[in-house]
């Protein structure tokens, strides 16, 4: 869910903290992308495809583009967002909500493909949003790509919304230093604010506007003032109001340590292995109907392949990306020869930014002795 109206309340109160971008914009960019947000965008999308799928065809379409991306996957919820993941879960008609952690199936199946396509993954502590401001404060990466707005709360710099690498697509960038100047909020106001608007950890006041909240905010800078000067009857708080709580899970940062990014180049022959060469058919889309566990079918190897692609297809498509970049290659070529070449060569792509050690455990899955040709 994000923040409730967060995105209205910008575009009319803050236009100026607002971009409209071209993914060329982004090229040779470190940018964290929160991994379940781009997984359950491919489960809306194409429910009868596994998002997995969706994932591959991403992430080459961003590295085709010259996008260094970073995958960061969620850990363990806060208690405070049990409830609101309770509320999704009943809507999508589960019973309860799946917390898909580190040792969940999926999670493993995605870390190995995302390592198979040569991008690095980093395990968050908690929720993969905090960790990806964290990493833009830190100057890790320099954006976070997520279609959450609370990623401006856990203090992101800059926020990319619909980054989906297409030549066409509106891509949406937001500032929040810009975003602060214009509201003339500090950044814990400016936390108090998405609070009262409505998030994931705690109940809003019911009745309350977005509008109404920034004026309030605007004049009594803290919810504790807040609450002093509204009608209670016309704006009920919430009883036993956890607003204390969510403030401190927007405002601490993340314990953990900054992470040293690697990108290799893909390894076509284990992509193939990992989509084509299966024992099994579908074996995710069966637990998925059947609404249980992966883990109750312990017959199945962790490192067992998906079967969604002919062989043909995952070839055809790594031909195309390589094809692209070549001719990427050559026209930096021309252009250093014109003498005003503006773009990092591609060699400088796969390369090391920060050694990184592994931060998110595979399992089972892949070969630990496959060999990736990393560029100097």
Not at 55 to 79: A, C, M
Not at 177 to 188: A, D, F, G, R
Not at 255 to 284: G, S
Not at 288 to 294: F, K
Request: aromatic share 8%; charged share 30%.
């Amino acid at each position: 869910m994000g923040i409730t109206k967060l995105s209205e309340l910008i575009r009319f109160e803050a236009p100026g903290a607002i971009s409209h971008k071209d993914v060329s914009d982004y090229t040779g960019k470190v940018i964290a992308l929160d991994t379940s947000i781009v997984m359950n965008q491919f489960r809306a999308v194409t429910p009868s495809l596994n998002p997995l799928t969706g994932l591959f065809f991403r992430t080459l379409t961003l590295l085709e583009h010259d996008i260094k991306p970073v995958f960061v996957f969620d850990g363990r919820p806060p208690g405070e967002k049990f409830a609101a993941l309770q509320k999704r879960a009943e809507a999508a008609g589960w019973r309860s909500f799946i917390h898909l952690g580190t040792g969940s199936l999926q999670t493993k199946k995605s870390v190995h493909l995302l390592k198979l396509l040569g991008v690095p993954v980093v395990q968050a502590p908690g929720d993969a949003e905090a960790l990806c401001a964290w990493l833009v404060r830190e100057k890790t990466v320099e954006a976070v790509a997520s279609e959450d707005m609370d990623t401006l709360p856990f203090g992101a710099h800059v926020l990319i919304r619909h980054l989906n690498a297409k030549k066409d697509s509106d891509i949406v960038e937001y500032s929040l230093p810009v975003l602060l100047e214009k509201l003339q909020l500090t950044h814990k106001e400016f936390v108090d604010l998405c609070i009262l608007l409505g998030c994931d950890y705690c109940d809003k006041i019911a009745g309350l506007g977005p509008k109404r909240a920034l004026t309030l905010i605007q004049k009594y800078r803290t919810i504790e003032n807040v609450i002093l000067h509204i009608n209670k009857m016309t704006y009920p708080v919430p009883n036993n109001w956890k607003y204390k709580e969510a403030r401190k899970l927007f405002l601490d940062a993340p314990h953990a340590e900054t992470p040293e990014l690697v990108w290799t180049e893909p390894d076509e022959e284990a992509l193939v292995e990992f989509f084509c060469r299966c024992t099994y058919v579908k074996y995710i889309f069966i637990c998925s109907i059947l609404d249980v566990s992966p883990s109750l079918f312990h017959s199945y190897p962790l490192d067992d392949c998906i079967g969604v692609f002919r062989e043909e297809r995952i070839r055809h498509r790594m031909a195309r990306f390589r094809h692209i970049r070549e001719s990427k290659r050559q026209q930096r070529e021309k252009e250093m020869a014109k003498g005003h070449c503006t773009q990092t060569r591609m060699d400088d792509f796969f390369r090391v930014l920060r050694k990184r050690e592994q931060t998110v455990e595979p399992g089972d899955c892949g070969d630990s002795n496959r060999k990736k040709h990393k560029s100097k």
